[in-house]
């Protein structure tokens, strides 16, 4: 079934798609002076802008009008842009409030969050190993909970909307490229309302911006757009499984510019969460690696 060339293209496409996301911070970051919210309509524009060009150049409309002619696959994808709209809010608000770390976590948790949604809604069963790993990710949460007082919400909430989100569009059997074009459609009166509403009194209006600061804003787009398009190639080209190790690679680069570059403290509390965490998914993937093997 996958020829040698194009599961090589796959695996290229899987870390070139993990590691875009993995430095999207450093794009964040390059805002930081334009509140979240405008980040995100900008976003949403720009996606919208940039995926329609997209499909103009390689085609693709045919199948949005099957979507279109389908009330109730476009009514899952009305909940998803909602889910990874505020997914999108959230991961930039945390980037520029020096919550990096927790973003990182959020998307190391994912994948066995995953694996919940699976068993609850798909009817996927558990193996042992798994519960184990599951078991030691909310133990991790539960230790942050019960010495410090404190629940890693941003992480939590960034898993599960983006898990859910997952779980959704498998559901829909949407390709990436149609998928997120309607769901940028559905949030893009909200954007440009709020967008042109603003143009006169916003201290980040477009018409005020330096050029330097409208490209930026306006390569949200690319930023948004390659990484998704590169993840639905490889999907379709190497198995979930494999796919599921190479995600590791964003929230590794996360953590490492948080440290390093960001120098955002990496405390006892976040050392013990992360410590669980790490175990759970190395005995997640040692499963994985046991039952390809």
Same mark, same amino acid.
């Given at each position: 079934?996958?020829?040698?060339?194009?599961?090589?293209?796959?695996?290229?496409?899987?870390?070139?798609?993990?590691?875009?996301?993995?430095?999207?911070?450093?794009?964040?970051?390059?805002?930081?002076?334009?509140?979240?919210?405008?980040?995100?309509?900008?976003?949403?524009?720009?996606? &919208?802008?940039?995926?329609?060009?997209?499909?103009?150049?390689?085609?693709?409309?045919?199948?949005?009008?099957?979507?279109?002619?389908?009330? !109730?696959?476009?009514?899952?994808?009305?909940?998803?842009?909602?889910?990874?709209?505020?997914?999108?809010?959230?991961?930039?608000?945390? *980037?520029?409030?020096?919550?990096?770390?927790?973003?990182?976590?959020?998307?190391?948790?994912?994948?066995?969050?995953?694996?919940?949604?699976?068993?609850?809604?798909?009817?996927?069963?558990?193996?042992?190993?798994?519960?184990?790993?599951?078991?030691?990710?909310?133990?991790?949460?539960?230790?942050?909970?019960?010495?410090?007082?404190?629940?890693?919400?941003?992480?939590?909430?960034?898993?599960?909307? &983006?898990?859910?989100?997952?779980?959704?569009?498998?559901?829909?059997?949407?390709?990436?490229?149609?998928?997120?074009?309607?769901?940028?459609?559905?949030?893009?009166?909200?954007?440009?309302?709020?967008?042109?509403?603003?143009?006169?009194?916003?201290?980040?209006?477009?018409?005020?911006?330096?050029?330097?600061?409208?490209?930026?804003?306006?390569?949200?787009?690319?930023?948004?757009?390659?990484?998704?398009?590169?993840?639905?190639?490889?999907?379709?080209?190497?198995?979930?499984?494999?796919?599921?190790?190479?995600?590791?690679?964003?929230?590794?680069?996360?953590?490492?510019?948080? *440290?390093?570059?960001?120098?955002?403290?990496?405390?006892?509390?976040?050392?013990?969460? &992360?410590?669980?965490?790490?175990?759970?998914?190395?005995? &997640?993937?040692?499963?994985?690696? !046991? !039952?390809?093997?």
């Amino acid at each position: 079934m996958h020829t040698e060339h194009e599961f090589r293209k796959g695996m290229l496409l899987a870390i070139a798609a993990y590691t875009m996301w993995g430095f999207a911070p450093l794009y964040f970051k390059l805002l930081a002076e334009v509140p979240a919210t405008d980040i995100l309509l900008h976003r949403v524009l720009w996606s &919208f802008v940039f995926t329609a060009m997209l499909m103009t150049l390689i085609g693709g409309f045919d199948k949005l009008k099957q979507l279109l002619r389908n009330p !109730r696959q476009l009514g899952v994808l009305l909940i998803t842009s909602v889910l990874i709209a505020g997914n999108w809010l959230l991961f930039i608000w945390a *980037v520029n409030n020096d919550h990096m770390l927790d973003a990182s976590l959020g998307y190391y948790i994912n994948p066995l969050f995953n694996v919940l949604l699976g068993m609850i809604f798909l009817g996927e069963r558990l193996r042992r190993l798994q519960w184990l790993a599951v078991a030691l990710a909310a133990a991790g949460v539960a230790v942050q909970l019960i010495s410090f007082g404190s629940i890693p919400v941003v992480s939590l909430a960034l898993a599960g909307s &983006f898990g859910i989100y997952g779980l959704l569009r498998k559901k829909v059997k949407v390709d990436a490229k149609t998928g997120l074009l309607v769901e940028t459609a559905i949030l893009m009166p909200v954007a440009l309302g709020y967008l042109m509403m603003t143009l006169g009194s916003a201290s980040h209006s477009m018409l005020v911006n330096d050029w330097q600061l409208n490209l930026l804003l306006m390569a949200a787009g690319i930023v948004t757009t390659a990484p998704l398009l590169c993840f639905a190639g490889a999907a379709v080209r190497i198995p979930l499984s494999l796919l599921g190790f190479i995600q590791y690679i964003g929230p590794s680069i996360m953590f490492i510019l948080a *440290v390093t570059l960001y120098k955002e403290p990496f405390d006892i509390e976040k050392a013990i969460t &992360f410590g669980f965490i790490w175990t759970a998914l190395a005995i &997640f993937s040692l499963d994985m690696l !046991r !039952r390809r093997g």
